[in-house]
């Protein structure tokens, strides 16, 4: 198995910045891809970005640009760094985690969320 533990949301105004960790441990030796997803009240959980172990990355088009995943390898962590937030970036934020590459939707193992919320 493998546990996944985020921190580093909260509140921030519009324009604003936050960086979310997220630490594995457990079976890491089983993991490819780490990443983010959110949720917004209401609404679907949707793709983030997630990035490899090799480095390759993808991103949601409502992020492109302000958002940028980072992944430190030795300490089994994945950061995202979030730039010019927007009210409408307000989501709990879920970590995850799985054995294949970005093509691949199966990533099974899931954090508990971090609640980020955009002030306009």
């Known amino acids: 198995q493998v546990q996944l533990v985020e921190s580093g949301g909260g509140l921030v105004q519009a324009g604003g910045s936050l960086r979310l960790s997220c630490a594995a441990s457990?079976?890491?030796?089983?993991?490819?891809?780490m990443g983010w997803h959110r949720q917004a009240p209401g609404k679907q959980r949707e793709l983030v970005a997630h990035?490899?172990?090799?480095?390759?990355?993808n991103y949601a088009d409502s992020v492109k640009g302000r958002f940028t995943i980072s992944r430190d390898n030795a300490k089994n962590t994945v950061y995202l760094q979030m730039n010019s937030l927007k009210p409408g970036d307000t989501a709990v934020y879920y970590c995850?985690?799985?054995?294949?590459?970005?093509?691949?939707?199966?990533?099974?193992?899931w954090g508990q969320g971090t609640q980020v919320t955009v002030s306009s």
């Open positions: 457990g079976r890491i030796n089983s993991i490819n891809t």
């Open positions: 995850n985690a799985g054995p294949y590459g970005l093509a691949s939707a199966l990533r099974p193992y």
């Open positions: 990035i490899t172990s090799g480095g390759s990355t």
